[in-house]
T-cell receptor
Framework: GNSVTQMEGPVTLSEEAFLTINCTYT??????LFWYVQYPGEGLQLLLK?????DKGSNKGFEATYRKETTSFHLEKGSVQVSDSAVYFC?????????????FGKGTHLIIQP | GAGVSQSPRYKVAKRGQDVALRCDPI?????LFWYQQALGQGPEFLTY????????KSGLPSDRFFAERPEGSVSTLKIQRTQQEDSAVYLC???????????FGPGTRLTVT
């Protein structure tokens, strides 16, 4: 079956540091890949997505590239801010057109210190 | 416009009680999903509707869990004879047909005592 593995947290960084959160997946076929973010006290929000190999998703300074050869979708940001403190979830969708449920990783709690 | 709403936001139930959790999706969204999120874990898929049809219920953990969406809009997740292991946040998400994005509600936190 499908599965997503992401790095354990919490990850603590200083403001303006470079961020990488690793995510690897196991899936049959050609999944779509997502990063969701959950800010304190709020619901899950889609941060970015990539629907085919070599696609790069980007939003709010975050980027992730769909690497089929390494089955990875690592999240990166060049300079983090305190406001980026949140829990980040890597997820995949196995079917096209959004017609199935997402498989999530366990989440990575990111803490940015001023 | 309005996002996905869920009610109640918090529910405390005694073990053995039945509970009903409501989800109001974004107007016009064809797809509706339910997830269960245990403390410190990622959400886990429970079931999926396209309009009023329940196309996938493979994630429902037992026959005590039942979901419906009779008119293709509002959905209810019902848990019968609640157990302590049912304590979790229950998330609802909706989406447009043919699009990958799922829009999540704030969740209902269920505590079974």
């Amino acid at each position: 079956g499908n599965s997503v593995t992401q790095m354990e947290g919490p990850v603590t960084l200083s403001e303006e540091a470079f961020l990488t959160i690793n995510c690897t997946y196991t899936a049959t076929g050609y999944p779509s890949l997502f990063w969701y973010v959950q800010y304190p006290g709020e619901g899950l929000q889609l941060l970015l997505k990539a629907t085919k190999a070599d696609d790069k998703g980007s939003n709010k300074g975050f980027e992730a590239t769909y690497r089929k050869e390494t089955t990875s979708f690592h999240l990166e940001k060049g300079s983090v801010q305190v406001s980026d403190s949140a829990v980040y979830f890597c997820a995949l969708s196995g079917a096209g057109g959004g017609a199935d449920g997402l498989t999530f990783g366990k989440g990575t709690h990111l803490i940015i210190q001023p | 416009g309005a996002g996905v709403s869920q009610s109640p936001r918090y529910k405390v139930a005694k073990r053995g009680q039945d509970v009903a959790l409501r989800c109001d999706p974004i107007s016009g969204h064809v797809s509706l999903f339910w997830y269960q999120q245990a403390l410190g874990q990622g959400p886990e898929f429970l079931t999926y509707f396209q309009n009023e049809a329940q196309l996938d219920k493979s994630g429902l953990p037992s026959d005590r869990f039942f979901a419906e969406r009779p008119e293709g809009s509002v959905s209810t997740l019902k848990i019968q004879r609640t157990q302590q292991e049912d304590s979790a946040v229950y998330l609802c998400a909706s989406g447009s047909q043919g699009y990958y994005e799922q829009y999540f509600g704030p969740g209902t936190r269920l505590t079974v005592t």
